[in-house]
Nanobody, 119 residues
Framework: QVQLVESGGGLVPAGGSVRLSCAAS????????MDWYRQAPGNQRELVAQ???????NYTNSVKGRFTLSRDNAKNTVYLQMNSLKPEDTAVYYC?????????????WGQGTQVTVSA
C-alpha cells in the first residue's frame, strides 16, 4: 500500500522560509518521480515542482528561484525548501507520485499540509 506523508507546514511571515517533507512508503522510491502540488481556496490544484528519479527538477514559473525540491533516496523522502515566501504561496501543499499499472496509471496523494504566509 502506497503512503505519502507530508509534514512541515505552518504559519510563516512574508519573506520567511519553510521546508516541507514527504515520506513515501510502499513504492520503489528511487525509481519514482515525485511532485508537489498546491491548492489555494477557490483555485484548482496546480503543479508546483517535480523531481525525476534522476534528480532533475522542474518548477512552475511563480516559484522559480525561491523553491528548491530535492530527494533523499536513502530516506524515501523528498523535501521542498520554500524561501522568500509570499502571501500568494498560501495553500494546502500535496505530495504526489504515480506508478504504471498493467492497465492504467495509478496516482497517489498525501493528505496535504497547510502553508499560510502572512502579509
Amino acid at each position: 500500500q502506497v503512503q505519502l506523508v507530508e509534514s512541515g507546514g505552518g504559519l510563516v511571515p512574508a519573506g520567511g522560509s519553510v521546508r516541507l517533507s514527504c515520506a513515501a512508503s510502499g513504492i520503489i522510491f528511487s525509481v519514482n518521480a515525485m511532485d508537489w502540488y498546491r491548492q489555494a481556496p477557490g483555485n484548482q490544484r496546480e503543479l508546483v515542482a517535480q523531481i525525476s528519479s534522476g534528480g532533475i527538477t522542474n518548477y512552475t514559473n511563480s516559484v522559480k528561484g525561491r523553491f528548491t525540491l530535492s530527494r533523499d533516496n536513502a530516506k524515501n523522502t523528498v523535501y521542498l525548501q520554500m524561501n522568500s515566501l509570499k502571501p500568494e504561496d498560501t495553500a494546502v501543499y500535496y505530495c504526489h507520485t504515480f506508478t504504471y499499472g498493467r492497465w492504467a496509471t495509478n496516482h497517489y496523494w498525501g493528505q496535504g499540509t497547510q502553508v499560510t504566509v502572512s502579509a
